[in-house]
């Protein structure tokens, strides 16, 4: 599995754009770019999953560049219930393992 | 829709006793996975199945046993609980590795 790399924490304004950016300097051919959410006390939801370019959902949307090394998670007009833990995975769709790093404190703020 | 139902939510136990956390989930996925997060940390997998009858370690096996019953309930016993098991256990699962629901946890203490 590739390993990833996250900021450990970031902080916001509501109503403001959350970008949080993941490296994936190994992700292999086969490998997708997934990202959850996790609110204390809960288990994590999956939020959005892309192989390439731009994937947009009504929560969120997943920048990959063409290299595929890195990517960014956009979330737009955060509000206060925005905060939380992200992750960021990478690894085969068929894949039997769904491996989580640190993940990335999002605080948002009045 | 139940989706993954982790029982029980809290348990304190004893060193040395042993104990099962089951789950089930309704959602005819092939995968599912055991999780342990230690508080300010991220999950790390203990075991998963990716079918019935398969399981394989994860990162953190050891003091762990599971049991992939049927398709919809996966197992995980403590045999010999150790105060550095108390965490919280998520059980997850999902149909090809893609999009994965978890329950709600399992709070365990080990005094």
């Known amino acids: 599995l590739a390993k990833t790399t996250q900021p450990i924490s970031m902080d916001s304004y509501e109503g403001q754009e959350v970008n949080i950016t993941c490296s994936h300097n190994?992700?292999?051919?086969?490998?997708?770019i997934t990202w959850y959410q996790q609110f204390p006390s809960q288990g994590p939801r999956f939020i959005i999953q892309?192989?390439?370019t731009k994937v947009t959902n009504e929560v969120a949307s997943l920048f990959i560049p063409a290299d595929r090394k890195s990517s960014t998670l956009s979330l737009p007009r955060v509000s206060l219930s925005d905060t939380a833990v992200y992750y960021c995975?990478?690894?085969?769709?068929?894949?039997?393992?769904?491996?989580f790093g640190a993940g990335t404190q999002v605080v948002v703020t009045p | 829709n139940a989706g993954v139902t982790q029982t029980p939510k809290f348990q304190v136990l004893k060193t040395g006793q042993s104990m099962t956390l089951q789950c089930a989930q309704d959602?005819?996925?092939?995968?599912m996975y055991w999780y342990r997060q230690d508080p300010g940390m991220g999950l790390r997998l203990i075991y998963y199945?990716?079918?019935?009858?398969?399981?394989d370690k994860g990162e953190v096996p050891n003091g762990y046993n599971v049991s992939r019953l049927n398709k919809r309930e996966f197992s995980l016993r403590l045999e010999s609980a150790a105060p550095s098991q108390t965490s919280v256990y998520f059980c997850?699962?999902?149909?090809?590795?893609?999009?994965?629901?978890f329950g709600q946890g399992t709070r365990l203490t080990v005094v």
């Open positions: 997850a699962s999902s149909l090809t590795g893609r999009e994965a629901f």
């Open positions: 190994n992700i292999a051919t086969n490998d997708y």
């Open positions: 892309g192989y390439k």
């Open positions: 995975l990478v690894g085969e769709v068929s894949w039997g393992k769904l491996q």
């Open positions: 959602m005819n996925h092939n995968s």
């Open positions: 199945s990716a079918s019935e009858g398969t399981t």
